[in-house]
């Protein structure tokens, strides 16, 4: 529209000021035209009454004169004449103008004295009238009177108005032709093969190749096509080269790698795009609070944690909430940027949402509903009418966001975690032909809790149009279908693993979730100088050093954790002076008033507990709250002797891997909650039971006093575990199984 408004508007300007001025001078002269005409008629009528007025003045006959005002009386466009005797009183009037009598008129003795005609307009009420005085002059010369000739001036005007009428009438419609013309020949040039390339490339991304048309443009805008023409050509040639390449790779290699997995994407899904969904978006833009400067992050998430490997490893597009306070300033106009920011290897799509969206769907009912119903730990979840038509709401917004990037043919969308239960069936009412798979990242709780849940039965039913639902663990699995049993009309096969309902069948497994990990990359000369340089700034030398690190989540055992540690050291002393303690807690949903009020509580017990033991410069616990860059934590894992994982109830647990995963010379314990999912897989963690203070205490002391030998085979085994079962063989076994669904798979 601007660029229309910058090619017309210089136009219109120029022909709008030509009209303008070609108007005042066409009115101008036609002004003048119709005065010459007034007063030459004017002069006209009061000559022709000269010399009657004449003859009656000298005979001063008084009736002839009268009948000559009178005369006046029919004349159109005349207002009257006036007969005035040698003084200028008035001797006979028309009556039309009696009122013409009493109007103060300096120019009639002007003319008098002059004994000379004259014409001018005058004031007459509310109107101006044009008169013109004739003195009437005797033989002798001798002043005998004068005859006034008033004549009205308004179809003057009249005339003038209709002119500039019809003047303003062309230009209007001259402007229209023009803003016209210019649409049609702007829509001709420049629209219309723009609009067929954006179709063209439409097509294009969504696979849709049997509608792509050749292009028949000529010119510049042709050369242009053409170019595009060459390398869409070129990518559609790579992309499956690519893929048959990684159909030969995948066949050969065991263990599972970024490449591998790469492979087996590239090898399944073809041509098209993998789409992943989650609410918590894996890079965001924030504003630094002092400077403003934005700066980009990645979210202390297990998801993201998780996730993002895997779209590094194999392209496709993320959408999720674009919830940084900078974020819209790095997105193209489709709401997409390129990530990681240093290294683009996949597509960030973000959504907006405002503030009562992200209340009601986000703080209400995911974090205040679900989660706590998820989570067996006690704290009561919230379920409130108004959250839940907003978390349907963002759902919709969400499904309406993925299907604008759906491609033609054998869409698949990975959709993650509890914000999105509904998502799944909302996708499938417009596009039945996707492929969806829900991974379930917290736990599923058993059917009689499940059951609390307000609005149970849309949550199933809309879980229930995926293909594919993932849990980390089998207990989950079957805590699910035991809900679906009992809670909906639907059959579930046992055998298979699935729900039936009506023709759809979904497939529940438990596919326990990993890390990409620090595993086998050897620990570098810059990590072991951060190393050195925090033992110094934390005074760590010659102590044994735990770590937890941790979101502050009330399901993550912290304060637990705190606890135990107190009663270890009151439990045995000799550990005081020996024993540190470091937390790294990120704050989270810091909106919830349970968040807000365990951010207080945490900082209250170790500011109690480090007073309790204060001897010194030695504290036992070194809380540090802030959000930590991944790179930022790994030197943490690496100084630590022992990491702890309390957690009361955890789908999995990515700390505990990433802890294992970090330590490559097999060195460290983990203490792990045998209520996280990693506990079935890390058995040679040290299991503990964060509810039993005392238990969890005697569990420190054993860790801490673990033989070298004992530790070093704990470790290796885990790290096996882990190794074997990384972030690639998760995502690998997902996509796998969901391609298997697929009918129309390559
Ligand atoms: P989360 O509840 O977020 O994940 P978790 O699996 O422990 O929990 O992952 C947390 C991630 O955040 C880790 O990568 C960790 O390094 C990082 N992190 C923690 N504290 C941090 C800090 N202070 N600063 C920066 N980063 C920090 C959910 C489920 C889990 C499940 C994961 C993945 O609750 O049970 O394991 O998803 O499915």
Redesign the pocket.
């Known amino acids: 529209m601007k660029r229309i408004l910058l090619f017309i508007l210089p136009i219109l300007i120029i022909v709008s000021a030509a009209l303008t001025i070609f108007g005042i001078i066409q009115v101008k002269y036609e002004e003048d035209k119709l005065m010459d005409d007034l007063k030459r008629k004017a002069k006209t009528v009061a000559e022709s009454v000269e010399l009657s007025a004449r003859y009656a003045l000298i005979n001063n006959d008084l009736k002839s004169i009268k009948r000559l005002a009178e005369s006046f009386q029919k004349r159109e466009r005349m207002q009257g004449c006036v007969v005035y005797d040698k003084e200028g009183a008035i001797l006979a009037i028309t009556e039309r103008i009696s009122g013409w009598g009493q109007k103060d008129k300096p120019y009639v003795k002007d003319s008098f004295n002059a004994r000379a005609a004259r014409g001018g307009i005058e004031k007459f009420g509310d109107y101006s009238v044009y008169s013109y005085i004739l003195p009437i002059l005797g033989d002798d010369e001798s002043l005998l009177g004068a005859v006034e000739v008033v004549y009205d001036t308004s179809y003057l005007f009249t005339t003038l108005a209709v002119l500039w009428k019809r003047i303003s009438i062309t230009l209007i419609i001259l402007i229209v032709s023009i803003i016209g013309i210019a649409l049609l020949i702007q829509r001709q040039i420049f629209i219309l093969p723009v609009r067929r390339l954006t179709q063209w490339f439409t097509h294009f991304q969504k696979g849709e190749l049997e509608k792509l048309r050749p292009f028949e443009e000529k010119g510049e805008f042709g050369k242009l096509v053409s170019e595009v023409e060459q390398v869409a050509l070129g990518l559609r040639v790579a992309r499956k080269a690519v893929s048959e390449k990684a159909h030969a790779r995948i066949q050969k290699e065991e263990a599972w790698t970024e490449d591998k997995l790469r492979d087996l994407i590239h090898a399944k899904l073809g041509e098209n795009t993998f789409i992943v969904v989650s609410n918590r978006e894996p890079y965001m833009h924030v504003s630094n609070d002092i400077s403003g400067t934005p700066k980009c992050v990645r979210p202390?998430?297990?998801?993201v944690?998780?996730i993002d490997p895997i779209l590094r490893a194999c392209g496709g597009t993320w959408i999720a909430h674009g919830s940084g306070d900078a974020d819209r300033k790095f997105i193209n106009s489709k709401n997409k940027l390129g990530v990681p920011p240093e290294d683009n290897r996949y597509i960030l799509k973000r959504v907006w949402l405002n503030k009562e969206e992200e209340d009601g769907y986000y703080y209400g009912f995911s974090n205040e509903g679900l989660w706590p119903l998820c989570h067996v730990t006690h704290t009561r979840p919230i379920f409130r009418e108004t959250d839940w038509q907003m978390y349907k709401e963002v759902n919709q917004k969400f499904a309406n966001s993925v299907l604008e990037e759906l491609p033609a043919k054998n869409p698949f969308v990975f959709i993650q975690d509890y914000h999105f239960t509904l998502l799944a069936k909302m996708i499938k009412e417009k596009r039945p032909d996707v492929t969806i798979a829900l991974f379930w990242?917290?736990p599923w709780p058993n059917p009689e809790v499940f059951a609390i849940c307000p609005y149970q039965h849309e949550i199933l039913d809309g879980m229930l149009s995926c293909d594919l639902i993932g849990f980390h663990v089998q207990v989950h699995c079957n805590n699910f279908l035991d809900t679906a049993n009992r809670l909906i009309e639907c059959r579930v096969d046992t055998e298979k693993f699935s729900v039936i309902r009506g023709s759809r069948e979904t497939f529940v497994r438990s596919f326990p979730?990993s890390v990409d990990g620090y595993a086998n990359v050897k620990t570098t000369k810059a990590e072991t100088e951060k190393i050195e340089s925090i033992r110094h700034e934390l005074q760590l030398q010659d102590k044994i050093v735990a770590v937890g690190?941790?979101?502050i989540?009330y399901t993550k055992g912290i304060v637990e954790r705190i606890l135990a540690i107190d009663r270890f050291l009151e439990k045995y002393p000799q550990y005081k002076d020996k024993f540190v303690f470091i937390q790294?807690?990120?704050p989270s949903r810091t909106h919830i008033k349970r968040y807000h009020d365990l951010i207080g509580e945490i900082d209250e017990l170790v500011e109690k507990k480090n007073w309790k033991y204060s001897d010194g410069i030695w504290r036992p616990i070194i809380y540090l709250k802030?959000?930590?860059s991944?790179e930022e934590?790994k030197p943490y894992y690496l100084l630590a002797d022992i990491c702890i994982v309390s957690s009361l109830h955890?789908?999995?647990?990515?700390?505990a891997k990433?802890y294992v995963s970090s330590r490559s010379d097999s060195s460290g314990a983990l203490m792990l909650s045998r209520f996280t999912?990693a506990a079935r897989e890390l058995t040679d963690a040290v299991q503990i039971n964060p509810y039993s203070i005392e238990e969890f205490a005697d569990a420190i002391k054993f860790t801490v006093e673990m033989p070298v030998e004992e530790r070093l085979r704990r470790m290796q085994n885990m790290r096996k575990i882990v190794a074997e079962n990384n972030i690639y063989r998760w995502a690998g076994n997902i996509i796998t199984e969901l391609t298997a669904l697929n009918k129309n798979q390559p």
């Open positions: 202390a998430s297990g998801v944690t998780a990242h917290i979730i690190v941790d979101r989540d790294l807690a990120a802030r959000y930590f991944p934590v955890d789908g999995m647990n990515l700390v990433e999912g």
